[in-house]
C-alpha cells in the first residue's frame, strides 16, 4: 500500500529537521562544507559575521579569520602534553608562526610549565572545558563549572593570562554553551578545516586534506594532546613549510590581526 504524502508537509517537515541540526551547531555535516566533482570535499565558509552583537550577545561561534588576503589561523586541541605540545611549538617557533592552544584545565594544572611556555612563545590560549566532557549532556550549572574551573587553572599556570576564546569540545555549541560564553564574555572559536587528525588517519592525509581545504580566512584544527598525535606532529612538520610557501600568513582568532609573516 503506498501512502501519498503532501509536498508541503515534506518540505516543512524537511526545514524543521535543517533548522534543528544548525541550531545545535553539531559539526558532523557542517554548512561550510560542500562536496564537489570527485567526491571530495572543500571549504565553504559562512558569511562573516561577528561573534557578539553591540549589546554583547552571543550571536554565534566564530569559524573564520578576517585579517586580509592569505591570512590563516591555525589551532591545537586537548594539551597541554608533554610528549607532543613542545615539539609542535618547536616547529612553530621554527616557522614563526602564531598558533592558539585550546587547552584543557586539568592538563593545564598539570603541566604548567608548558602552559608557561606556549605564553612566552607568543602563542593565544583559549578555554576547552576543565575534562573534555559532551557539555549537550549537562545542565548550565555544570558547564559555567566547566568553564570556570579551567580558566581558573590556564590563569594560574599561565601566570595570570585568563583566555578570551572558548572551544566546545565536539563543536557542541547549544544555546546554554553559548549563553554562558556570554556571561563569561568568551568569544565561541569553532573552525572551517577538520583534518580529523584525532582519528589518525595518517599523516600524509592529515597534511593532504589541510593544504586541499584551506583558504584565506581558514581556522584550522589540529590536537597536540588527548592521545598518539605522532602522526598530527609528522603533519604539521609536512604542511606548515608548504603553507608559507604558498603565501600563507599566521594570526589568531582573538586579535584578528596578522601576528606572525611566515618567513
Partial sequence: MTVSVPRR????????????????GL???????????????????P???????EDGDVRGPQYHVDAGPKTIAIT??????????????????RHHVTATFCMIGEHAA????LVARVVDEGH??????????????????????????AADAIESASRGNRPGLFRA????????????????????????VDPRDWSRPGSARIAATVLDRTRTGAIIINHDGGGDRSQTLAAVRTYLPRLIAAGYRFTTPFSGADDSDGE
Fill in 124 to 149: 593565544a590560549l583559549a578555554n576547552h572545558t576543565w575534562s573534555h566532557p559532551n557539555l549537550r549532556h549537562l545542565r548550565p550549572a555544570q558547564i559555567r563549572d566547566q568553564i570556570e574551573k
Fill in 169 to 192: 569540545p565536539f563543536g557542541t555549541f547549544t544555546p546554554a554553551v553559548l549563553s554562558a560564553c556570554s556571561e563569561y564574555d568568551l568569544r565561541p572559536l569553532a573552525w572551517s
Fill in 27 to 45: 559539526l558532523v555535516d557542517p554548512p561550510w562544507r560542500h562536496t564537489v566533482a570527485g567526491g571530495r570535499s572543500r571549504s565553504r565558509f
Fill in 110 to 113: 598539570r603541566h604548567p610549565d
Fill in 9 to 24: 508537509a515534506v518540505l516543512y517537515t524537511s526545514g524543521l529537521v535543517m533548522a534543528a541540526v544548525g541550531g545545535w
Fill in 47 to 53: 558569511t562573516p559575521g561577528p561573534a557578539q552583537s
Fill in 76 to 93: 591545537f586541541d586537548d594539551g597541554p602534553d608533554p610528549r607532543y605540545t613542545p615539539f609542535i611549538l618547536d616547529e612553530l617557533r
